[in-house]
């Protein structure tokens, strides 16, 4: 049985994958506005308030994320499936310059 840290750890590694790639996304410009810093962004819930999966990361900065969170994707002109897309080509380009895939 795992201990509650490591639990705590395999949901975050769900969620984030690894430090590495976290600290990838906030270098990556806003999808929503074009500017820096960014967040890691997730585009799909994990269920029962758990974040989604790791693929479901794009970058957006803290006033668009927060705005997403309050009024929907449609606030910075993006629709849900946008950001679907936006997530897989995100995890592409990680891929490509990491030469992993």
Request: proline fraction near 4%.
């Amino acid at each position: 049985m795992r201990t509650a840290a490591e639990r705590k750890r395999a949901a975050w590694v769900h969620a984030y994958r690894s430090e590495e790639y976290v600290d990838w996304i906030h270098g990556l410009d806003c999808q929503g506005c074009g500017r820096l810093p960014s967040e890691a962004a997730h585009t799909a819930a994990g269920g029962m308030g758990l974040k989604g999966p790791w693929q479901s990361l794009i970058p957006l900065c803290r006033p668009c994320h927060a705005k997403v969170h309050a009024q929907g994707w449609g606030v910075i002109q993006m629709t849900h499936k946008t950001a679907e897309l936006l997530a897989a080509a995100t995890v592409q380009r990680w891929e490509r310059e990491h030469g992993e895939g």
